[in-house]
């Protein structure tokens, strides 16, 4: 079955510097998304992508928050100077079309240790 | 927005008994998709369920979608299905996003 791959796995920053995570899509979607994950909490939307704007996103999705697609097969999540708070995992999502019944498929996630 | 809740939010259970994990949510919906978090917090897919029955294995789900809650049932439970399971919607309106309830903590023990 095709998969949504993230790099990295593992992250720890200092508080202050910027974040890069980085998704790889199944090669057919053209939604993206990022959801964020505190420990111990639910699953929470911030933000959807389609074709190179974003669609929507959440009161969480700040300034401190950019996303892009760089390249034909990436998309990224920057984190401009990374707070305490954001601290989570984060998961790269992707679905083919953005018709709310499509099924939306999930990376592994990229824990985020901010110190 | 749409709310989704969940229960019951922990069950301990024997393996091999069977469990029924309830997901209620507050509107119609295009997309109901049952997710299981492993203990390495992967998010693996379970279901894409709106609306009727599917079996997979030891795990089937029924939506009814005309009186908004799903059912997620574990038969013979193992304690590779230890974890939390999330129950996800996507509403009717223009976007595609996912409402994720609280989840449910299951624990199996052998």
């Known amino acids: 079955e095709p998969e949504v791959t993230q790099t990295p796995s593992h992250q720890v920053t200092q508080m202050g510097q910027e974040v890069i995570l980085r998704c790889v899509p199944i090669?057919?979607?053209?939604?993206f998304y990022w959801y964020r994950q505190i420990l111990g909490q639910k699953v929470e939307f911030l933000v959807s992508f389609y074709n190179n704007e974003i669609s929507e996103k959440s009161e969480i999705f700040d300034d401190q928050f950019s996303v892009e697609r760089p390249d034909g097969s990436n998309f990224t999540l920057k984190i401009r100077s990374t707070k305490l708070e954001d601290s989570a995992m984060y998961f790269c999502?992707?679905?083919?079309?953005?018709?709310?019944?499509?099924?939306?498929?999930f990376g592994e996630g990229s824990w985020l240790t901010v110190v | 927005g749409i709310q989704v809740e969940q229960s019951p939010p922990d069950l301990i259970l024997q393996e091999g008994a069977n469990s029924t994990l309830r997901c209620n949510f507050s509107d119609s919906v295009n997309n109901l998709q049952w997710f299981h978090q492993n203990p390495w917090g992967q998010l693996i897919n379970l279901f894409y369920i709106p609306s009727g029955t599917k079996q997979n294995g030891r795990l089937s789900a029924t939506t009814v979608a005309t009186e908004r809650y799903s059912l997620l049932y574990i038969s013979s439970s193992q304690t590779t299905d230890s974890g939390v399971y999330f129950c996800?919607?996507?509403?009717?309106?223009?976007?595609?996003?996912?409402?994720f309830g609280k989840g449910i903590t299951l624990s199996v023990r052998p």
């Open positions: 999502a992707s679905s083919m079309t953005g018709w709310s019944g499509n099924t939306i498929y």
């Open positions: 996800a919607v996507g509403g009717t309106g223009a976007n595609s996003k996912l409402t």
């Open positions: 090669s057919n979607h053209l939604y």
